[in-house]
């Protein structure tokens, strides 16, 4: 008599998924400590696998090697999150885009600004001094640019259909304006260098966009 057939496991591929997230996160947090702690060229994957409690091939497997981890810790950094939602279809960008005054446009756009900085300059500082010797660093800060940019394009357009712009200032203008606003040198000279808190940076971020802009 034949012995039934072996029905096959079901997999939880749910279960699995949520720890390679949980895993992924752990890593991004611990890169992100070492890199504002101890620079981009002094922190290593090993460190990072060993605060993190994963294996370094961990780390190449699932983000890859030290330029691909500093841009992950960003793209974390600078949304709050790890969804896997792009920037322009972020709630903040929305409901931006949505609000018809353009001065509380702009000051809300400072205000954001004011939560977001504290996230990102620290570690992007790191990858701006660290481009200068590295060339995987120079990469990564040249990938970072090239996207505010195009971020600050994006405004600028929405600003200038809205009909929001003064009738001097051309959209290019105001993308460059915008551009420097949210630059971290501006950041790190009036918050890291004179001492500025944060909220009032961002306050005064959206007061000047409002009187260059509209």
Not at 127 to 146: E, K, P, S, T
Not at 180 to 197: F, K, P
């Amino acid at each position: 008599m034949k012995s039934p057939s072996r029905q096959p496991r079901s997999y939880d591929a749910t279960r699995r998924q949520e720890q390679a997230r949980q895993n992924r996160r752990a890593v991004l947090d611990a890169a992100h400590r070492r890199f504002v702690t101890d620079g981009y060229a002094a922190t290593t994957i090993a460190a990072v696998a060993a605060d993190a409690g994963v294996s370094v091939e961990t780390i190449y497997k699932s983000v890859g090697k030290k330029p691909e981890l500093a841009k992950a810790v960003f793209d974390v950094a600078v949304v709050g999150d790890d969804e896997d939602v792009p920037m322009l279809q972020r709630e903040f960008v929305a409901r931006n885009a949505a609000e018809p005054d353009p001065r509380r446009k702009l000051e809300a756009y400072g205000e954001h600004l004011s939560v977001v900085a504290p996230r990102i300059s620290p570690l992007l500082l790191v990858i701006r001094d660290a481009a200068a010797n590295d060339a995987g660093a120079a990469a990564v800060w040249g990938q970072l640019q090239g996207e505010r940019l195009t971020g600050m394009t994006a405004y600028a357009a929405h600003l200038d259909e809205g009909g929001f712009l003064r009738a001097s200032v051309s959209r290019d203008e105001a993308r460059d304006v915008l551009w420097t606003h949210n630059s971290v040198e501006l950041w790190d000279l009036l918050v890291r260098q004179r001492g500025w808190t944060d909220d009032r940076f961002g306050a005064w971020v959206g007061q000047q966009l409002i009187a260059a802009l509209l």
